[in-house]
């Protein structure tokens, strides 16, 4: 949508045309299929039907980065899937979000002090934006934080760039580790 | 055959290569020395009356205060029955081992009589850092020729199952966290 983003001042009435656009984010964050170890389990039983997740319209499993809007990083990222979780996360087009799944993503988990090759914390690699706490989390706090996330597309608006310019500054492709 | 049968076999056929014998465990083991490994392992592979043809692992244990490192083969003989009910049975069942010390870790493959040694010793060298030379999958670095790395990346820096294994507290400009010190940002 960068078409759009940034065209118009702060002051200007784009109220509809916002609640259409994050109407539209809102209801169909298609998550990457990312499943990096245990937590990925119950990643997926969110996607069955027991929970259900697409009727948040968050069903759509991608099995590319370049067709979702989602990464829920499930599982514990070690230092060499790290490179990888960056670069996936590079390919995603905008918007794009992503969810830490569970402790390891968090902080480390079960690996915060004595896990040599585990990342402390996805957000040490790529910018997140929604917290699931849990090891691992059970698929209804899962959805709580989907429905977090849409809560947080809501407030979006096509008048601002949301963090973007300030998240690239951070996480540029080259200067980030890659 | 009982693993002190077989420990008589190879005294008879090795004698001095033979460093030593423990049957006094749930575990008992053959101990020989690292130079003449393989010369051995084709023994007990081929020799009719053993044929311990499965390697099941490869264990190393690292011995700090001995400055020394054992690597143990577990192998049995599996062969096909003729009873119905039960397709394979296990007769011989032996573990070798093989000490080598901690700062020349060198041992000759074995890859090459069993096929299952090849991962097993990739992931020896790869975690405690003991160098299996002639093996099939080797590369050459700033370390010398060692079986390429099976877990952790090609770059990484030291053997992480050693004793005295430091943590790393940076990755490609990721930081770090251990029991005592931290390079992570504190917010
Ligand atoms: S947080 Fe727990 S369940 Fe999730 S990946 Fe880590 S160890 Fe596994």
């Given at each position: 949508?960068s078409w759009i983003?940034?065209?118009?001042?702060?002051g200007?009435?784009?109220?509809?045309?916002?609640?259409?656009i994050?109407?539209g984010?809102?209801c169909?964050?298609?998550?990457?299929?990312?499943?990096?170890?245990?937590?990925?389990?119950?990643?997926?039983?969110?996607?069955?039907?027991r929970?259900?997740?697409?009727?948040?319209?968050?069903?759509?499993?991608r099995?590319s980065?370049?067709?979702?809007d989602?990464?829920?990083?499930?599982g514990?990222?070690?230092?060499?899937?790290?490179?990888?979780?960056?670069?996936?996360?590079?390919?995603?087009p905008?918007p794009?979000?992503v969810m830490?799944?569970?402790?390891?993503t968090?902080?480390?988990?079960p690996?915060?002090?004595?896990?040599y090759?585990?990342?402390?914390g996805?957000?040490?690699?790529?910018?997140?934006d929604i917290?699931?706490?849990?090891?691992p989390?059970r698929?209804?706090?899962?959805?709580?934080?989907?429905?977090?996330?849409?809560?947080k597309?809501?407030?979006?608006?096509?008048?601002?760039?949301?963090?973007?310019?300030v998240k690239?500054?951070?996480?540029?492709?080259?200067?980030?580790?890659? | 055959?009982?693993?002190?049968e077989?420990?008589?076999?190879?005294?008879k056929?090795?004698?001095?290569?033979?460093?030593?014998?423990?049957?006094?465990?749930?575990?008992?083991?053959i101990e020989?020395?690292?130079?003449?490994?393989?010369?051995?392992?084709?023994?007990l592979r081929?020799d009719?009356?053993l044929?311990?043809?499965?390697?099941r692992c490869?264990?190393?244990?690292?011995?700090?205060?001995?400055?020394?490192f054992?690597v143990?083969?577990d192998?049995f003989s599996?062969?096909?029955?003729?009873?119905?009910?039960?397709p394979w049975?296990?007769?011989?069942?032996?573990?070798?081992?093989?000490?080598?010390?901690?700062n020349?870790?060198?041992?000759?493959?074995?890859?090459h009589?069993?096929?299952?040694a090849?991962?097993?010793?990739?992931?020896a060298y790869?975690?405690?850092?003991?160098?299996?030379?002639?093996h099939?999958?080797s590369?050459t670095?700033?370390?010398?020729t060692?079986?390429?790395?099976?877990?952790c990346?090609?770059?990484?820096?030291?053997?992480?199952?050693?004793?005295d294994?430091?943590?790393?507290?940076?990755?490609?400009?990721?930081?770090?966290?251990?029991?005592?010190?931290?390079?992570?940002?504190?917010?």
């Amino acid at each position: 949508m960068s078409w759009i983003e940034n065209r118009f001042e702060e002051g200007m009435i784009i109220t509809s045309l916002d609640w259409a656009i994050n109407w539209g984010r809102t209801c169909s964050i298609w998550p990457m299929t990312f499943g990096l170890a245990c937590c990925a389990i119950e990643m997926m039983a969110i996607g069955a039907s027991r929970f259900d997740v697409d009727r948040f319209g968050a069903g759509a499993f991608r099995a590319s980065p370049r067709q979702a809007d989602l990464m829920i990083v499930a599982g514990t990222v070690t230092y060499k899937m790290a490179s990888r979780v960056k670069r996936l996360y590079n390919q995603m087009p905008e918007p794009k979000y992503v969810m830490a799944m569970g402790a390891c993503t968090i902080g480390g988990g079960p690996y915060f002090k004595n896990g040599y090759h585990v990342v402390k914390g996805v957000d040490l690699v790529v910018p997140v934006d929604i917290y699931v706490p849990g090891c691992p989390p059970r698929p209804e706090a899962l959805i709580e934080g989907l429905m977090r996330l849409q809560d947080k597309i809501r407030h979006q608006t096509v008048a601002r760039d949301r963090w973007n310019s300030v998240k690239d500054a951070a996480f540029s492709p080259a200067t980030g580790a890659n | 055959m009982a693993p002190e049968e077989i420990a008589d076999l190879l005294k008879k056929q090795f004698s001095d290569k033979i460093a030593g014998f423990t049957f006094e465990t749930a575990h008992p083991r053959i101990e020989v020395r690292a130079d003449a490994w393989p010369e051995v392992a084709k023994f007990l592979r081929n020799d009719s009356r053993l044929q311990l043809n499965f390697l099941r692992c490869i264990t190393a244990v690292d011995m700090l205060e001995d400055e020394q490192f054992v690597v143990e083969y577990d192998l049995f003989s599996a062969r096909m029955s003729a009873k119905s009910g039960s397709p394979w049975t296990i007769t011989n069942e032996v573990a070798i081992a093989v000490k080598v010390p901690r700062n020349s870790a060198t041992i000759p493959t074995v890859a090459h009589v069993w096929r299952a040694a090849d991962w097993h010793e990739r992931e020896a060298y790869d975690l405690m850092g003991i160098n299996f030379t002639g093996h099939p999958d080797s590369v050459t670095d700033h370390d010398g020729t060692h079986p390429r790395r099976i877990l952790c990346p090609d770059d990484w820096v030291g053997h992480a199952l050693q004793k005295d294994y430091k943590f790393p507290m940076e990755y490609h400009g990721i930081p770090a966290v251990t029991e005592h010190e931290q390079t992570r940002p504190i917010h």
